[in-house]
């Protein structure tokens, strides 16, 4: 099994500490989202660990050793950082052939991966024909070439259509399932709380979280419920007793903070008060993620009062 090992982990730009102590572990068997907000630090992480750049000091480890150690290194990373870096002049073939040759892999991968990535009906097309959802495949496709046991992939779902990204969260999810190491990078919340089972966020350059996806979304939201009664002057004499505070929204559902659903059932229960609805209110992953990163964003948008002063 062959993790992703972060020791330590810095990279100064001039004064700009990129990534500033990052110590992690990324493992086999399971889709890990890789978040944070602009210039958190992420693509620094990613590249120095496929050896494009050179830490200030400590280090990053595949399978114990440093990438750049690597005989063949297709067949231990499959990394996809920029969809663009196929020459458009060739064929998407032969753009693998090229890769494959080099990297002394079976030419057969190369059918393969196509089949896998959809592309075998372009296949003999030129890449600069290609649109971005083509090219994010054909790269996908060129990091599966060496059935690799670490996959990286920096925002996979640019350019993707919406099948585009239900395949790629599948392939995530399959290639986690295999026993495989996944580091995915992505700003699409949603999409990362479909696909992630565990979360490594960087805020300027520092780790904040490394944790599961349910603990994260645990851990930095608030409890809230939200309920429907007949007799609202009831519920708030009841919420007020319980040291609770409630207010109802635009169409007569109240919403309670810091409560659970089992707390107002039993309440509302013991007092015969009658209910029409009752929902913990499920936090989503973004409130979480807005919640750990909002100090720790680098370019903060100004709020809307301040602008233009
Ligand atoms: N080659 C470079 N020269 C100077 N500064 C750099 C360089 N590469 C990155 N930086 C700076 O390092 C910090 C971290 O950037 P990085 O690209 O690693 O963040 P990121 O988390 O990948 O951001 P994004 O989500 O915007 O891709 C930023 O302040 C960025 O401006």
Redesign the pocket.
Known sequence: MTSIDVRELR?T??S?R??DGVTCTVEPGRVTGFL??????????M?IALGLDRPTAGRVTIGGRPYRAATRPLRLVGALLDAGAASGARTAQDHLRCLAYSNDLPLGRVAAVLAETGLETVARRRVGTFSLGMRQRLGVAAALLGDPPVLMLDEPTNGLDPEGIIWIRDLMRQLAAEGRTVLV?S?LMSETARTADHLIV?GR?RLLADTSMAAFIAEHSSSRVWLRTTEPERLRDLLTAAGLAGSPNGDGRWQVDGASAAQIGALAAAQGLPLLELTDDQASLEEAYLKLTASAT?YASAPAAAKGT
Not at 36 to 45: D, F, L, M, Q
């Open positions: 990279k730009y001039g700009v990129a990534v944070g907000p602009n210039g958190a630090g992420k693509s620094s992480t590249r990078s700003h960087l350059g680098e």
